[in-house]
């Protein structure tokens, strides 16, 4: 699993065509701007997006669009210089060289790429007559991915990468996240730089759709860890065990993962974590209900035989919709397991 390694220096001019006018794709002139978009300011869009605005040069454009007005226009207000607000995803592909997607759903991505590719003339109405640089971090299935990249490179309009990421809306604000992504090798380069903005760590899996599958099947393991150590952590402590020790236990020994280290479901166990606080922020029950069944959705079409998988869906969407759970962290499983708290 080859790793990019993150640029020790903010980015100065990816190698990316060169406008002849007074504008430029990272032209190696420092008096002219480059223009970027980012599409998408939910829970991780948005602090992305505040990271790519303060890390790329002053004197370039950052167009910003978003169906949710108030938040373009809080977005705005805390940028305000540098920014540019605009109607549609057409727009953004109009004016920018380079964009960044940050969706909830397979129907979003079809749809705002949709209305950037179509009509097939970028290149002649648009602000920039160069192909355009598109990075999606959504997490949707391979297969709506490919059908976006194709589009994209079929046209002619554009280069496509498939950029899902993990690290969650902490490491989104941090700008820490891991971005896996899947393009062809000549666009390696060019991607790193550009997430290594919002990021800490970029690997490239292989080609298109390899960052979606490599992350559904991170996110697959990580739904299924989360119900296990919920159940292991309820089975303690209701024999009488204390939590911490038990966790302290099972994270020097083979139980050991994220859920039962980072995000231990029992309030308490890990200080600031969503169970000790209520099981308020992390990772939404619904978003990783959601990448559960991306996943599966994904394995089907592939062949490949789960044992556990649809046992997981059928808890994961009924923690989904149970009055005391929903809207929380993916954590409050043990809650819906009557965990003791």
């Known amino acids: 699993m080859p790793t990019v390694s993150t640029l020790?220096?903010?980015?100065?001019?990816?190698?990316?065509?060169?406008?002849?006018?007074?504008?430029?794709?990272?032209?190696?002139?420092?008096?002219?701007?480059?223009?970027?978009?980012f599409i998408g300011l939910g829970r991780?869009?948005?602090?992305?997006?505040?990271?790519?605005?303060?890390?790329?040069?002053?004197?370039?454009?950052?167009?910003?669009?978003?169906?949710?007005?108030?938040?373009?226009?809080?977005?705005?207000?805390?940028?305000p210089?540098?920014?540019?607000?605009?109607d549609n995803a057409r727009e953004v592909a109009e004016e920018a060289e380079i964009i960044v997607t940050s969706l909830p759903e397979p129907k979003h991505v079809k749809a705002v790429f949709k209305e950037m590719l179509e009509p097939a003339t970028l290149l002649t109405d648009g602000s920039v007559d160069k192909q355009r640089f598109f990075i999606d971090c959504s997490t949707i299935?391979?297969?709506?991915?490919?059908?976006?990249?194709?589009?994209?490179?079929?046209?002619g309009q554009?280069?496509?990468?498939?950029?899902?990421?993990?690290?969650?809306?902490?490491?989104?604000?941090?700008?820490t996240l891991t971005f896996m992504i899947g393009c062809p090798p000549e666009a390696v380069e060019g991607a790193t730089k550009v997430l290594s903005l919002m990021g800490r760590r970029v690997v490239h899996l292989g080609g298109p759709g390899a960052g979606l599958k490599g992350k559904l099947a991170n996110n697959y393991l990580l739904a299924?860890?989360?119900?296990?150590?919920?159940?292991?952590?309820?089975?303690?402590?209701?024999?009488?065990?204390?939590?911490k020790a038990l966790a302290g236990m099972i994270n020097t020994a083979t139980g050991k993962c994220w859920p039962s280290e980072v995000n231990n479901p029992v309030p308490g166990v890990i200080e600031d974590s969503p169970a000790s606080r209520g099981y308020e922020g992390g990772f939404g029950i619904a978003l990783a209900n959601k990448d559960l069944k991306l996943a599966l959705k994904a394995a089907a079409e592939a062949d490949v035989k789960l044992a556990l998988g649809e046992a997981a869906r059928a808890l994961y969407d009924a923690v989904e919709k149970a009055d005391n759970c929903k809207g929380k962290d993916f954590s409050v499983v043990y809650r819906y397991l009557g965990g003791k708290e």
């Open 8 to 37: 020790t220096s903010p980015l100065r001019r990816l190698p990316l065509a060169t406008r002849q006018a007074s504008r430029r794709c990272f032209s190696s002139s420092q008096n002219l701007q480059a223009t970027w978009g």
């Open 44 to 79: 991780m869009g948005y602090p992305m997006a505040k990271n790519l605005r303060a890390k790329i040069p002053s004197q370039d454009t950052l167009f910003v669009h978003d169906v949710n007005t108030a938040a373009t226009k809080k977005f705005l207000e805390e940028h």
């Open 81 to 86: 210089q540098g920014v540019r607000i605009v």
């Open 141 to 155: 299935d391979p297969t709506s991915s490919s059908e976006v990249a194709e589009a994209a490179h079929s046209s």
């Open 158 to 175: 554009g280069k496509f990468v498939d950029a899902p990421m993990s690290g969650g809306v902490v490491g989104a604000q941090a700008g």
């Open 224 to 243: 299924l860890n989360n119900v296990a150590t919920a159940e292991a952590m309820s089975m303690g402590v209701k024999w009488g065990l204390d939590p």
